[in-house]
């Protein structure tokens, strides 16, 4: 799963736009890493951070 899907799988932003702006302004992590790039392919293992909160791609976190 791409980074801008996985914030809108989770409900953290309600569009493709806002996800691409958060993620572009450097406020989402992953792995403990700013992260620009929407289009970045996300692992089962990394960690994405957005406001504080922290999500394990393919866990049962969220």
Known sequence: MKLDQ??????????GGQ???FIQ???????GH???RRGR???DG???TFQGQSFD?????G
């Open 6 to 15: 996985f914030l809108k799988f989770k409900c953290l932003v309600a569009t």
């Open 19 to 21: 996800a691409k702006y």
């Open 25 to 31: 302004n450097g406020e989402v992590e992953v792995n």
């Open 34 to 36: 700013p992260e620009t």
């Open 41 to 43: 392919q996300l692992s």
């Open 46 to 48: 990394d960690i994405v």
């Open 57 to 61: 791609v393919g866990g049962t976190d």
